[in-house]
């Protein structure tokens, strides 16, 4: 499979919300039976209009995904663009960035998108204060947690819902102080819920018509293309499928930028009339600004709305960022917000290790994440129950060996640990050095089974036998799963 674009490994993710409502549906998907645990991204919707939040805490880069999507993006279609755009997002070299919803919303406010008007508040005489300060009809407060599902959830404060509306500011104060300091519980969150220690007070604004606009890289045309459709607030791919005419795209050159022609173009084609489309037409260059600001590999505006005052509103939008451009956008990337994820994913990734913890107790050393899924499927086959997905990837180093096995028996639940190496770009003597290393300053306790294939094999092999250390030896992954298994069962 051949990969020559960052873009298309998927950057890092965000979401923001800006919108009244956040009722929805939860629909989890997952890319391996054995991995449900690790596949939380979510998507919901509200019956009138979808609303967007997924925290990613990273998922699984399934090869034949990857190349479903690869050729979904090679086609020249605009459905199987749209089509394949999810996909994409779903393939990552990289742990997910994580951004608050009011940090998303001040990148856009920064590069001129017009979004709704609010203040973030620590506090809840803070909040009181900002509701005052907005002077507006009605008014949203939102707890700040990465998890979607903020409108069902409820706090063990009592209060139910982290998403309300009210027209008067002082009910603002006496919510956030039910809100913050307080856990809040959703069907994202885990079971004790998440600590809310911010919230955001915005304008609420009505939407009298949605649409849909999206900015995002496309292989067959060797760089940006603007797609947008007068069918927003909805499912796009649905709409790509069932009315492929009322999807617009309009290719960007890269070098030129969005011009003006094309900008009117899609405005009108979105269904903007009048002073509108002028309008709309100035908040698709400033999205394309904030696309090229921001190093995005995909800013969607789901819905692009008008409101009954006549203005062009982002109510709605998820942006993708490079995470290749990550030392230019170091203000950005210093955002990440890692209160809410696993320490040790959050450990894992300072050594570029992609890790997931599961439920089981033999732990997975593996390189590439097909293998890895492989793996962890062949262990339960034979009984077992894998207690991580651990990907090294392709140039590891000696000390991530090292940091990979200090993560590993940091979790209290793991009985053995299964390292099934393939060395096609990975030298094994390298993984070999590292695992005696490892062995010998971690004082390892638990049964080690290793397998080994591929490049400098039999040096890695030497390496281990004369290593003195009770390290089991297997001859494939087959071999591997039931030693390891057993070593359990023995224990």
Same mark, same amino acid.
């Given at each position: ?18 919108s009244k409502d956040e009722s929805f549906t939860t629909q989890p998907w997952v890319c391996n039976s054995t991995l449900q645990k690790s596949a939380n991204a979510h998507y919901h919707s509200s019956d009138t209009c979808p609303r967007y939040r997924t925290y990613f805490r990273f998922n699984m880069a399934a090869s034949m995904a990857c190349q479903a999507a690869v050729r979904g993006l090679r086609a020249a279609s605009t459905k199987q ?207 394309? *600004? $904030?696309?090229?600001? @921001?190093?995005?590999? !995909? &800013? ?6 008008? %409101?009954?005052?006549?203005? =062009? ?77 651990? *990907? $090294?990837?392709?140039? @590891?180093?000696?000390? !991530? &060996? ?6 590993? %028996?940091?979790?209290?639940? =793991? ?77």
């Amino acid at each position: 499979m051949l990969i020559t674009h960052s873009w298309v490994m998927a950057g890092l993710q965000c979401l923001i919300l800006t919108s009244k409502d956040e009722s929805f549906t939860t629909q989890p998907w997952v890319c391996n039976s054995t991995l449900q645990k690790s596949a939380n991204a979510h998507y919901h919707s509200s019956d009138t209009c979808p609303r967007y939040r997924t925290y990613f805490r990273f998922n699984m880069a399934a090869s034949m995904a990857c190349q479903a999507a690869v050729r979904g993006l090679r086609a020249a279609s605009t459905k199987q663009l749209l089509v394949s755009r999810n996909q994409l997002g779903r393939v990552s070299s990289r742990r997910w960035l994580n951004l608050q919803e009011y940090q998303s919303k001040k990148l856009m406010q920064d590069s001129g998108v017009t979004v709704q008007r609010f203040f973030v508040a620590d506090t809840a005489s803070e909040a009181l204060e900002a509701a005052k300060r907005l002077k507006a009809k009605e008014i949203v407060l939102k707890a700040q947690i990465l998890a979607g599902g903020r409108g069902k959830g409820v706090f063990d404060s009592g209060l139910k819902g982290g998403v309300h509306l009210t027209k008067d500011p002082a009910v603002v104060g006496e919510l956030a102080g039910k809100m913050l300091g307080f856990s809040l519980t959703t069907k994202q969150t885990p079971k004790e819920g998440v600590k809310v220690n911010t919230v955001m007070v915005a304008e609420a604004l009505d939407i009298s018509r949605e649409t849909y606009f999206a900015i995002l890289m496309d292989r067959s045309c060797n760089g940006p293309v603007m797609v947008g459709s007068p069918q927003g607030g909805v499912d796009i791919e649905e709409v790509a499928a069932t009315t492929p005419e009322l999807i617009f795209k309009e290719v960007i050159d890269i070098f030129e930028g969005v011009r003006d022609d094309q900008a009117l173009r899609m405005a009108a084609n979105l269904g903007f009339k009048g002073p509108l489309e002028r309008q709309a037409a100035d908040q698709i260059k400033r999205l394309y *600004d $904030l696309f090229l600001k @921001v190093d995005a590999t !995909q &800013v969607e505006v789901n819905p692009l709305g008008e %409101t009954p005052e006549g203005q =062009v509103v982002c109510f709605d939008a998820k942006i993708n960022f490079d995470d290749n451009a990550e030392f230019r956008q170091k203000a950005v990337f210093a955002m990440d917000d890692t209160a809410e994820s696993d320490p040790l994913e959050t450990e894992a990734a300072k050594y570029d290790l992609k890790y997931i913890g599961l439920d089981g107790n033999i732990a997975c050393f593996v390189n590439g994440a097909g293998l890895a899924m492989a793996t962890c499927d062949i262990i339960d086959l034979h009984g077992g129950k894998p207690a991580n997905f651990l *990907d $090294l990837g392709g140039g @590891v180093k000696e000390n !991530q &060996v090292y940091a990979a096995f200090k993560l590993l %028996t940091a979790d209290p639940k =793991v009985e053995a640990i299964l390292v099934n190496i393939f060395g096609g770009i990975v030298n094994c003597a390298i993984i070999a050095n590292g695992i005696t290393k490892a062995c010998r300053e971690l004082e390892l306790k638990v049964p080690l089974v290793v397998r080994l294939e591929g490049t400098n094999v039999q040096e890695a092999k030497r390496i281990l036998s004369e290593s003195g250390l009770p390290i089991t030896s297997a001859i494939d992954l087959d071999d591997a799963a039931k030693k390891a298994v057993a070593a359990i069962g023995r224990k």
